[in-house]
């Protein structure tokens, strides 16, 4: 289980919510759990193949998972997962 | 004195400006664009007087009123592969405050290759990012691999941006250039604001250089050369 943050640019999928607490205990079975809880999200944040899109990251308590054990990184419900895309406007 | 350039004079390069300005830096700024009415609600340097006019002079113009004593050129240009070492000529930091992402990765990736401090700040409704990156540090596209597509990405004029998040943003982007000039403080970092609504600290994440983006060619690339 984890607190997932979650982005502007998604919040359409969340009912406006900033921070939803979603069960798992990796990064992909708490992206899958909040794919399940608010349906759509998933393929915004990863592509087909089930990668993080390239304009996406997320960081887990602030360290960029690319650099731990990617979509395996576990996750305990003291942590929190921050999904952080690029934004665009100016 | 330091010398930026400061790439778009709308949400985020006006308060960027004014800021820079003000702690004596010497500015370019550059923006194609036009003042429209839709743009004063979140371009708050801009006035009714200035609609239709082009927003880098406009933007230079009030700095000017302001700091006298100032020295900012304005360039009516778009930044692109043809134009951008023009625009970034002689600068010590270059800065992104446009609405394009393509430009967005298009100055980080040309800062890489010329080994310039950069920034690279967003904002979208009532939050945004500002990315800080120095040629020893990880760049933009070691954090975003590529832009997203004109489906995935909302704009600001399809999502909106509270004007005074461009205020916020725009400051943590001022703040961002000046500890880069100061001793690279700050860089291969992302600082975020969440949603201004719930008054989010902002929170600054480090991030290390992505193995195999294409900065790590460039800085050997850069090393031998100046060798
Ligand atoms: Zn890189």
Redesign the interface.
């Given at each position: 289980m984890a607190k997932v943050?979650i982005?502007?640019?998604l919040r359409k999928f969340t009912d406006g919510k900033?921070e939803v607490i979603a069960a798992g205990a990796s990064v992909r079975a708490v992206i899958d759990e909040l794919e399940r809880m608010h349906p759509g999200i998933k393929t915004?944040i990863c592509d087909d193949s089930g990668a993080v899109?390239?304009?996406?990251?997320l960081?887990a308590n602030?360290e960029?998972v690319?650099?731990l054990q990617a979509m395996d990184t576990p996750l305990t419900d003291k942590d929190e997962l921050?999904i952080?895309?690029?934004?665009?406007?100016? | 004195m330091t010398r930026a350039c400061i790439i778009?004079a709308?949400?985020?390069?006006g308060p960027i400006a004014l800021a820079l300005a003000a702690a004596g830096w010497r500015l370019r700024v550059v923006d194609p664009d036009r003042v429209e009415l839709s743009n004063l609600q979140r371009q708050i340097q801009f006035a009714t007087a200035d609609i239709g006019q082009p927003k880098a002079a406009a933007l230079a113009a009030l700095v000017r009123a302001r700091h006298p004593g100032a020295s900012i050129e304005a360039l009516d240009t778009r930044f692109e592969a043809s134009t951008a070492d023009a625009i970034t000529a002689g600068v010590d930091v270059v800065l992104?405050?446009?609405?394009?992402?393509a430009t967005?990765f298009a100055v980080g990736d040309h800062a890489v290759a010329r080994g310039l401090p950069c920034v690279i700040?967003?904002?979208?409704?009532?939050?945004?990012?500002v990315f800080a990156g120095a040629p020893d540090a990880a760049c933009y596209r070691c954090?975003?691999?590529?832009?997203?597509g004109a489906d995935?990405?909302?704009?600001?004029a399809d999502?909106g941006?509270l004007g005074a998040a461009c205020a916020v943003i725009g400051g943590l982007a001022a703040r961002a250039a000046l500890g880069l000039a100061l001793d690279q403080r700050g860089a291969g970092t992302?600082t975020?604001v969440?949603?201004l609504r719930?008054g989010c600290r902002p929170?600054t994440?480090?991030?290390?250089p992505?193995p195999g983006c294409a900065c790590g060619a460039a800085r050997v690339h850069r090393t031998a050369s100046t060798r």
């Open positions: 943050r982005p502007t640019p900033e915004k899109r390239k304009f996406i990251n960081f602030e960029d690319r650099f921050s952080v895309p690029a934004i665009a406007g100016g | 778009g709308g949400g985020l390069g992104d405050g446009t609405d394009d992402p967005k700040a967003g904002v979208l409704r009532y939050g945004g990012t954090l975003f691999e590529d832009p997203p995935q990405a909302p704009s600001c999502a941006v992302i975020v969440e949603d719930r929170r994440i480090p991030f290390d992505r």
